[in-house]
């Protein structure tokens, strides 16, 4: 499986970005996917996930209804859209995806940068 990201950028804070996270490859064997961020000196953090089946989703207490994450399983693309942005949300974003078969295998791309200025 292979992920890219889009959509990274600088905004001012308040404002809204939206990451996309297109995925090819061994799609069907994708159980899960999420996001994450890291920011500089700090350890990389989940920001949400979502389930490809049910679509269950789940978010860190920080961007609790800040931040939406979707799927479109047709187009094999996750979202994140994010709103009333704050500068501790400047950070590395990372999107991830989770084969929970026979072998455990995770799947990282390659990051999208996010900066929030004040």
């Known amino acids: 499986v292979q992920l890219v990201e889009s959509g990274g950028g600088l905004v001012q804070a308040g404002g809204s970005l939206r990451l996309s996270c297109a995925a090819s490859?061994?799609?069907?064997?994708?159980?899960?996917m999420g996001w994450y961020r890291q920011a500089p000196g700090k350890q990389r953090e989940l920001v949400a996930s979502?389930?490809?089946?049910?679509?269950?989703?789940n978010y860190a207490d920080s961007v609790k209804g800040r931040f939406t994450i979707s799927r479109d399983n047709a187009r094999h693309t996750m979202y994140l859209q994010m709103n009333s942005l704050k500068p501790e949300d400047t950070a590395v974003y990372y999107c991830?995806?989770?084969?929970?078969?026979?072998?455990?295998?995770?799947?990282w791309g390659q990051g999208t940068q996010v900066t929030v200025s004040s």
């Open positions: 979502i389930t490809t089946g049910g679509g269950s989703t």
């Open positions: 490859g061994r799609t069907w064997s994708i159980n899960s």
């Open positions: 991830n995806a989770r084969d929970y078969g026979l072998r455990y295998v995770e799947y």
